[in-house]
């Protein structure tokens, strides 16, 4: 029976406070076992955190009492030992590295694509507008080997950095299709209905093929 309780997730919220916040949530994560990742930057929080079932919620919610947490939502995962040797708390310039500090995710947010949404335009081919639904994976080559999307197109980026210039030479392949794109960018062009959220099981399992790889010693999960 696996005796570990895995987190992971991110929130694009304004933080003024990121070294005191540092502090408090290196402190909570310490007293209760936890190991993994927490990232700080003014744009948001990004973390990775595991330790036994308890501790794990019960820091989750001292973090989700903080009203700026409040929404943050959470994949879990079950594990039979720790995936982390360590914790760190680190702060940094972006929670998710795109090389472009000026770009503020919180500022202007995409509406998101619900799971069921995005099984019947994956069924489908197209969105509700008749438009063809095109599937772009941003993550690095060696997660999209791990497991993909269906026809899911494939950049074979090597670290998500790397985005803004790949996007910026294909986006007249992206001209008419539903997609997501880069409000803060306009040299992507293109129609875009939203950005998709992480999908769903019931979109997974039709539509996804292989594995998802993570960013701890497991490599990979079903």
Same mark, same amino acid.
């Given at each position: *029976?696996?005796?570990?309780?895995?987190?992971?997730?991110?929130?694009?919220?304004?933080?003024?406070? &990121?070294?005191?916040?540092?502090?408090?949530?290196?402190?909570?994560?310490? &007293?209760?076992?936890?190991?993994?990742?927490? $990232?700080?930057?003014?744009?948001?929080?990004?973390?990775?955190? #595991?330790?036994?079932?308890?501790?794990?919620?019960?820091?989750?919610?001292?973090?989700?009492?903080?009203?700026?947490?409040? *929404?943050?939502?959470?994949? +879990?995962?079950? #594990?039979?030992?720790?995936?982390?040797?360590?914790?760190?708390?680190?702060?940094?310039?972006?929670?998710? +590295?795109?090389?472009?500090? =000026?770009?503020?995710?919180?500022? +202007?947010? #995409?509406?998101?694509? =619900?799971?069921?949404?995005?099984?019947?335009?994956?069924? +489908? =081919?197209? &969105?509700?507008?008749?438009?063809?639904?095109?599937?772009?994976?941003?993550?690095?080559?060696?997660?999209?080997?791990?497991?993909?999307?269906?026809?899911?197109?494939?950049?074979?980026?090597?670290?998500?950095?790397?985005?803004?210039?790949?996007?910026?030479?294909?986006? @007249?392949?992206?001209?008419?299709?539903?997609?997501?794109? $880069?409000?803060?960018?306009?040299?992507?062009?293109?129609?875009?209905?939203?950005? #998709?959220?992480?999908?769903?099981?019931?979109?997974?399992?039709?539509?996804?093929?292989?594995?998802?790889?993570?960013? @701890?010693?497991?490599?990979?999960?079903?």
């Amino acid at each position: *029976m696996s005796s570990v309780q895995v987190i992971a997730g991110y929130l694009f919220v304004d933080l003024a406070d &990121c070294p005191v916040l540092r502090n408090r949530l290196q402190q909570r994560a310490a &007293c209760k076992g936890l190991k993994g990742t927490v $990232l700080i930057a003014s744009e948001g929080i990004n973390l990775s955190l #595991a330790g036994a079932p308890a501790a794990v919620d019960t820091w989750l919610a001292a973090f989700r009492s903080d009203p700026r947490f409040t *929404m943050l939502a959470v994949h +879990r995962h079950s #594990a039979a030992a720790l995936p982390f040797k360590r914790l760190r708390v680190r702060l940094k310039a972006e929670i998710i +590295r795109m090389d472009q500090p =000026g770009i503020r995710p919180n500022d +202007r947010r #995409a509406p998101a694509v =619900g799971p069921s949404t995005l099984q019947r335009w994956l069924d +489908r =081919g197209h &969105c509700d507008a008749g438009r063809q639904v095109l599937p772009l994976d941003t993550r690095n080559a060696f997660e999209v080997d791990a497991g993909a999307f269906s026809g899911a197109v494939d950049w074979r980026l090597q670290r998500f950095g790397d985005f803004p210039a790949a996007l910026e030479s294909h986006r @007249d392949s992206l001209q008419g299709k539903t997609h997501a794109r $880069l409000r803060h960018a306009p040299s992507a062009g293109g129609d875009s209905a939203g950005a #998709a959220e992480p999908a769903g099981t019931e979109a997974a399992a039709r539509h996804w093929q292989g594995r998802c790889s993570v960013f @701890d010693e497991r490599i990979t999960v079903t």
